[in-house]
């Protein structure tokens, strides 16, 4: 079945095409008018019909040339565009001889198909600067020299030299210096960040100062800054639901704007008896007044618009669906750690026996875990070189996996770990220690450690992943923008995960949570509140996020697993980027609608003057194209969205 079709703003790449956009079309539209107002002083001249008849095909030539053009490579694919309805009515008007009614269509038409070109432009190119973030070449040091090389020949592991000024072209790592970067353009972060070896830098952030050696940790075509690039064009080809039901709509309304015209044409003048001229001109108009270019165009003006502004933002949306669907949210979804958290553990409390000083338990704690890789043991060793705590191996040291750790060293046995770990190893746990336990439980602390050795009690540490200062604040701005209930998903105890739930204003907890249990209670809490959003960063959220009405990874840091799989990706840890993309998502499905209901109206308007009281072809013109100018603007609105 053959479709109608309003294209959306012609993409145009090359100096050809450029040519046309920003040279030659305007060209014709101006030669259009020219070509009107030089045939309107022939005839109030009476000039000779010959010459008046060359200057109006001359003038068709230049209103309809990208119009034609657009028609014949529409057929070819079986489709049927806008256009084809405009020219049809042109072609009509010169039939009855009203070829200035049908130039002035032309003219109307082309003029807007140019303003809406240059509308809809500005969203384009507020993407497309995302390519201006990456320079073309670096300076690298190979062999104690240093070569400028194109993006494509820098490879994992080559040495990046960075001076003040310059844009970071590939993801990478400090190796030598520090320096401030700004990363708005990426991450949207307002204020730039100190950074120094060992920190991660992304590419298209700005180096404001200090000259540094940055390892590069990914190729050019796996750096975050690629990644936007590809997520952004990929969502310009993801149609909304409510694009994709216009799209369907127009089936039929295309046959039937068809039909109808062609009904009238013939059967006004035998049913009635009406002039044929004069019916048959009213007919194009209707043609022309039915054709629902705003309604077309409506939706992608405002989508574009709205992800465009995200992506500066640094929210970058995967499709025009995710950004309606999200503005439906009931419910968000936190995974703890990495999103509420900061997704480091730092040691919070040090709780030594009377007889034992606070540097011992640091000291015995500290070797015990020095061989180990563990999140936790690198939380427990840096807290102690920081206390200024000489840290040596122990003679002997063997992981326990998921109780802690048993080292020895000077014949002694050191255990370090949970309760658990502490009655399986036949140890009877002192009062005082249990109470010391409980309190910290009831305080929100995470992971507990006991230390023992050599059958002393030496002490309790508690070491945790701290909550973002600023979580609780932005968790009542999601009420706020519409969320109705906010429930924490986590694998932590459970008694530790509902304290910081508390703090947090949280609704609902699940703790001590698999993988696949962060799926099942998405599907649960969808069928109990509706649309659901997940929010995460690591490989195990992927599953929930890719269950949920709409999955949120997290952070320009969280896995490649997660970016992946989500429908939506914040390129910074800032909180406040949830709450803004539901409000726009919210701001963009209000402006869609409000494009429908203007361009569905305008169309009823126009065909029901054109069947009653008549109006002249110029003038239903005006009124189709200035409603489809209108919806493009309006549109355009959410380039300025702010909170």
């Not at 040339?65 to 020219?87: P, S």
């Not at 949570?513 to 509706?530: A, V």
């Not at 490989?539 to 009405?549: H, M, Q, W």
Request: proline share 3%.
């Amino acid at each position: 079945m053959t479709t109608l079709q309003r294209t959306e703003p012609r993409v145009r790449t090359g100096l050809h095409t450029h040519l046309n956009y920003a040279i030659i079309e305007p060209l014709f539209v101006t030669l259009t008018l020219i070509g009107i107002i030089v045939g309107l002083l022939l005839e109030y001249i009476g000039a000779a019909p010959d010459v008046l008849l060359a200057v109006h095909i001359a003038t068709y030539f230049f209103g309809g040339f990208y119009a034609t053009r657009a028609i014949i490579k529409a057929l070819r694919e079986r489709t049927i565009e806008v256009d084809l309805l405009m020219v049809l009515a042109a072609l009509g008007a010169a039939y009855i001889d009203a070829w200035t009614e049908g130039a002035i269509l032309l003219f109307l038409f082309s003029l807007s198909n140019v303003l809406q070109n240059y509308a809809m432009d500005r969203t384009r190119k507020a993407i497309s600067a995302l390519m201006n973030l990456r320079p073309d070449t670096v300076n690298v040091r190979r062999g104690g020299e240093l070569t400028t090389l194109d993006l494509e020949n820098v490879q994992v592991g080559d040495i990046v030299v960075l001076r003040p000024g310059d844009r970071v072209a590939l993801d990478g790592v400090i190796e030598q210096g520090g320096g401030s970067f700004d990363a708005s353009s990426i991450t949207g972060e307002s204020l730039p960040v100190y950074k120094t070896v060992g920190a991660q830098v992304l590419a298209g952030t700005l180096n404001q100062t200090g000259a540094l050696d940055i390892r590069i940790t990914k190729p050019a075509s796996e750096s975050a800054l690629a990644r936007i690039i590809a997520m952004v064009s990929e969502a310009r080809e993801r149609k909304a639901r409510s694009q994709t039901f216009i799209d369907r709509f127009e089936q039929f309304y295309a046959l039937g704007v068809i039909v109808t015209v062609g009904l009238f044409i013939v059967l006004m003048p035998l049913l009635f008896n009406v002039n044929f001229n004069e019916n048959f001109y009213r007919a194009m108009i209707l043609l022309t007044v039915a054709s629902p270019c705003a309604l077309v165009i409506s939706v992608p003006a405002a989508l574009l618009s709205a992800i465009a502004n995200a992506a500066q933002r640094g929210v970058l949306f995967k499709g025009g669906a995710h950004l309606e669907e999200l503005s439906q949210a009931k419910v968000v979804a936190f995974d703890k750690t990495g999103t509420l958290t900061f997704g480091k553990p730092e040691v919070t409390d040090i709780a030594p026996q009377p007889d034992v000083s606070i540097d011992e338990l640091l000291a015995v704690l500290a070797r015990a875990e020095q061989p180990s890789e563990h999140p936790i043991a690198r939380a427990v060793l840096d807290y102690a070189t920081r206390q200024g705590i000489a840290v040596e191996a122990p003679e002997q040291f063997e992981a326990i996996t998921g109780r802690g750790v048993r080292a020895m060293w000077d014949g002694e046995i050191t255990l370090v770990g949970t309760l658990r770990l502490m009655v399986e190893q036949g140890l009877d746990v002192p009062d005082d220690v249990n109470v010391e336990i409980d309190r910290l439980m009831e305080a929100g602390r995470g992971t507990i450690l006991l230390v023992n050795r050599g059958g002393r009690w030496l002490g309790v540490v508690s070491v945790m992943d701290r909550a973002r200062p600023d979580a609780a604040a932005k968790i009542a701005a999601l009420r706020e923008a519409g969320v109705e209930h906010i429930a924490m998903l986590t694998g932590d105890n459970r008694r530790v995960a509902e304290a910081m739930a508390r703090q947090l204003g949280i609704d609902e907890t699940y703790a001590e949570l698999l993988p696949e249990d962060k799926l099942r209670i998405i599907e649960e809490l969808r069928q109990s509140h509706g649309n659901v959003v997940m929010i995460g960063d690591g490989v195990n959220d992927a599953p929930a996020l890719a269950t949920a009405n709409t999955g949120i990874a997290m952070g320009a840091a969280g896995t490649d697993v997660a970016m992946e799989t989500a429908d939506v990706v914040l390129m910074s840890d800032d909180l406040d980027m949830i709450g803004y993309a539901i409000k726009l998502s919210k701001r963009a499905r209000a402006i869609v609608w409000q494009n429908i209901a203007f361009a569905l109206s305008v169309v009823v308007v126009l065909v029901a003057l054109t069947l009653t009281i008549g109006i002249p072809l110029p003038v239903g013109v005006v009124g189709h194209e200035g409603s489809t100018i209108i919806v493009v603007l309006n549109g355009l609105r959410l380039l300025a969205h702010r909170e």
